[in-house]
């Protein structure tokens, strides 16, 4: 086995160490079992010699890549104990491990050749929480609710839009945790922090992303979405952004932004909003197809007919 990884197992090793960040602590606490942290699940395995301590992230990618060049055998094993190890340690917190971490998990590691049973075992999957608010025994009743949903902020949608540009905004915001709640995107309301305001976020895919949202009559250009690309950069490195803005972006501005620095946004305007709300549309869809464009060309907001 060759020992370096491609570009691409790279990719996914970065992934899957941001995804598991959360599920243990690095270093076990001074009064804590010395097992619930990622340190003492790899002795116990005996793999410590794969944990370099320090900064978290870098360790645990660096921890997952070497066992995975060296110790291949041991992958799955190594991977089922952080989970399993993990659950326990979060099972009391708001922020547990879900059905969604655990699928997102699951898909990483296929891609880079493995397949762990009792991760995709229905009952284990099904006693998880789950992100989306939206619970049905069948995937039609699921699709039903959603769409009843989406009626519904169809008509908010038409209502908002007569309302003086001094009330718009506070509801527009409203709208839109209404609309990501609907999609199971967690959605978290706006926050202050020290010298900067977000307007919200969400996860999708595995991925956070922090939100800007504007309804102005003028179009949104350059300077604003260099704004939240700071923003986004000032977080944590695997942070995203949308940028809404109902009136659409300026040429020259996403002309000028594509040409700039590497990008981690996207943006989203009115009319894909419109169509997402008619049902010509379906959002999730959207956001992957601007991503995937956005990494392929730069561009953040890409015809939404060429999806």
């Known amino acids: 086995m060759s020992m370096s990884l491609t570009l691409k197992q790279s990719q996914i090793f970065s992934q899957l160490a941001s995804l598991l960040y959360g599920f243990l602590p690095g270093n076990p606490h001074p009064f804590a079992d010395p097992k619930i942290s990622f340190g003492g699940v790899a002795s116990q395995l005996g793999l410590g010699d794969y944990w370099q301590g320090g900064s978290k992230l870098p ?7 070497n066992v995975f060049l ?19 340690y979060k099972y009391r917190k708001a922020d547990q491990i879900t059905k969604e971490n655990i699928e997102k998990l699951n898909e990483l590691i296929k891609i880079i050749g493995f397949k762990i049973p009792d991760l995709y075992d229905p009952q284990f999957l099904d006693c998880l ?17 959603l769409l009843a949903k989406i009626k519904d902020l169809d008509k908010e949608f038409i209502i908002m839009s007569s309302l003086p540009a001094n009330q718009r905004g506070f509801a527009f915001e409203k709208f839109l945790y209404k609309l990501f709640e609907s ?5 978290h309301p706006s926050f202050r ?22 309804w102005r009559d003028q179009q949104t250009g350059f300077s604003d979405l260099l704004t939240l690309q700071g923003k986004v950069k000032r977080k944590a490195e695997w942070s995203r952004g949308i940028f809404i803005s109902m009136s ?3 040429k020259d501005g996403l002309q000028a932004f594509v040409r700039g620095d590497r990008t981690s946004i ?3 305007t009115g009319q894909d909003l419109y169509l997402a709300l008619h049902q010509q549309k379906n959002f999730k869809d959207l956001i992957r197809f601007r991503v995937r464009r956005a990494a392929e060309t730069g561009e953040i907001v890409s015809p939404i007919y060429d999806l």
Do not use: W
């Open 59 to 65: 360790a645990i990618q660096a921890l997952l890549e």
């Open 183 to 187: 999609y199971g995107f967690n959605p």
């Open 193 to 214: 922090l020290i010298g900067e305001q977000i307007d919200g976020s969400l996860d999708f895919d595995g991925n956070t992303y922090l939100i800007e949202a504007r």
């Open 248 to 250: 659409g972006f300026t």
């Open 266 to 268: 996207i943006g989203i």
């Open 70 to 88: 060296y110790k291949n055998t041991k992958f799955c094993d190594l991977v089922l104990a952080l989970v399993t190890k993990g659950i326990a």
């Open 129 to 145: 929480p789950s992100n989306s608010p939206i619970s049905s025994q069948t995937p039609i009743k699921s699709e039903e609710k």
